[in-house]
């Protein structure tokens, strides 16, 4: 389940008004959320593509991403099974950028196989693995 922004803002809020630190919180809650095999999401019936490739982005930013959990992540990302959701294989393919486990790069423009509508998203995740892979 994704939580709303609002609700996440409130929690950092919360977090700051009892003197908390909300980084250390949100990181151990999304730790917390992280399975055996280096997959986020699962325990939520998440896509865990998409969740692994966004917690795997956060530890990095958060100067983790030499860590056993990033490192993990990493593995689960490049053995997962492929994805027919185009976003979710252009987070994989972003996630896993600057790694030799970096798949082949493919352009999408549309959601999936058989949508011929172009999806503003799906665009700018292609954007977005085209401008790490070319840094």
Do not use: K
Not at 22 to 50: H, I, K
């Amino acid at each position: 389940m994704r939580w709303p922004r609002s609700v996440l803002l409130a929690c950092a809020l919360a977090s700051a008004a009892a003197g908390a630190d909300p980084l250390t919180d949100g990181l151990n809650q999304m730790l917390s959320q992280r399975g055996c095999d280096g997959a986020f999401g699962a325990a939520a019936q998440e896509n865990t593509v998409v969740v692994t490739s966004e917690a795997l982005l956060a530890l990095r930013a958060l100067g983790m991403g030499g860590s056993t959990e990033a490192q993990e992540a990493e593995r689960f990302l490049a053995s997962a099974t492929r994805d027919v959701d185009y976003e979710a294989a252009l987070r994989r393919q972003r996630a896993l950028a600057g790694t030799v486990l970096l798949p082949p790069f493919i352009a999408y423009t549309g959601h999936a196989p058989a949508f011929d509508a172009d999806d503003a998203a799906v665009l700018a995740h292609t954007l977005l693995v085209l401008v790490v892979r070319t840094s």
